[in-house]
């Protein structure tokens, strides 16, 4: 193997740029050529291709974002788009390509890989909903993110004497949600992974208020629900004066944490390693904090779930 090409795919996450900046360097203390491919998938159909070298990714370990960019391309997903992937990497002498990203990225990842293109995808979503691994880069600024406004919120929700519901992402999964409401201390946190009814949250709302209690906090992931709705019918089944904050792509943006830019270091650099091994077709993964590879197909199988124990820890935790 010569040359190897990376990119960012779909949503941006946090980590992202520590993991391709060791991507870089790996490779090149390798021995290796590097490529940059801009705007993931849609970069590669139109050859929007840098050459990386050491001082490529200087100054970039703390930004948040990535300074590849990053696309959704619908065209990848079409079996004309993704032999024309393939031949452009042929065309440009690209052997090996490292993907990071999420589950949708990881798809497009496989079909190259089929195609006879040495591929290793880097678990990358502030949702943590790739599985089969520890963690996915960019969920622990993005907690760290939602909780620092839930602490603000909380602020402003003791001086009011109010309810807040605050809406954090997620997609379909609620590991944001959980690992947020449960550091920020929240009354009530809805995920989908669990059904829950809202006059239950109601009613306990009514116990706390009865208690003492002169401020609440509810947490909930996008994919629970709306927090507008929530927000009303909670308004109007307890008369209770309450506001409505939805985070939204704040929750993307930021400084990558400690912990992301140690993970996507880690990953970025053995993604290279596993590469010049001849593995194809893996997600570069931490299991138990070892580096380690997991093939696509796992991925795909496993979901990873929030933890009931948690889940009801923040339960008991927030009567
Ligand atoms: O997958 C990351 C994520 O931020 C989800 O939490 C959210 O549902 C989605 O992306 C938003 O996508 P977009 O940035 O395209 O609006």
Same mark, same amino acid.
């Given at each position: 193997? %010569? ?58 370990? /703390? %930004? ?25 990497? /042929?065309?440009?002498? *690209? ?14 990842? /496989? ?20 599985g089969a ?16 406004? *839930?602490?603000? *919120? ?32 929240? $009354?009530?946190?809805?995920?989908? $992974?669990?059904?829950?009814?809202? $006059? ?65 270091? %880690? ?22 904090? $070892?580096?380690?590879?997991?093939p696509f197909d796992e991925v795909f199988a496993s979901h %990873? /779930? ?14």
């Open positions: 193997m %010569r040359k190897i090409g990376v990119l960012t795919s779909g949503g941006d996450a946090p980590g992202m740029n520590p993991g391709v900046r060791a991507v870089v360097r790996t490779a090149i203390y390798r021995g290796l050529e590097v490529v940059g491919i801009r705007r993931g998938y849609a970069g590669l159909l139109d050859g929007d291709l840098k050459p990386m070298q050491l001082e490529s990714v200087g100054d970039i370990i /703390q %930004r948040g974002g990535t300074f590849l960019y990053t696309a959704r391309c619908l065209e990848f997903l079409t079996e004309e788009g993704q032999r024309q992937g393939y031949e452009r990497l /042929q065309k440009e002498g *690209i052997d090996g390509l490292i993907v990071f990203g999420g589950d949708g990225s990881f798809r497009g990842a /496989q079909k190259l890989h089929q195609l006879g293109i040495r591929t290793i995808g880097v678990p990358s979503t502030i949702d943590n909903d790739i691994c520890d963690a996915n880069i960019g969920f622990d600024t993005a907690v760290q993110t939602a909780i620092e406004a *839930i602490d603000k *919120i909380r602020d402003t929700a003791t001086s009011h004497e109010r309810t807040y519901v605050v809406e954090v992402m997620g997609r379909s999964a609620g590991h944001i949600a959980l690992a947020a409401g449960l550091a920020g201390g929240a $009354e009530s946190v809805l995920i989908p $992974e669990v059904p829950y009814k809202l $006059e239950d949250v109601v009613a306990k709302l009514k116990r706390g208020v009865a208690r003492g209690k002169k401020h609440s906090i509810i947490v909930v992931a996008e994919g629970a629900g709306q927090g507008g709705e929530i927000g009303r019918y909670i308004e109007q089944h307890t008369g209770f004066d309450t506001r409505v904050t939805v985070l939204g792509h704040v929750q993307r943006g930021g400084a990558p944490s400690a912990a992301d830019r140690v993970l996507a270091s %880690r990953l970025g650099a053995h993604a290279v390693d596993l590469c010049l091994q001849g593995i194809s077709g893996h997600m570069a993964a931490t299991v138990n904090h $070892e580096l380690t590879s997991v %990873r /779930q929030p933890s009931l124990p948690v889940y009801q820890l923040a339960d008991i935790l927030s009567t």
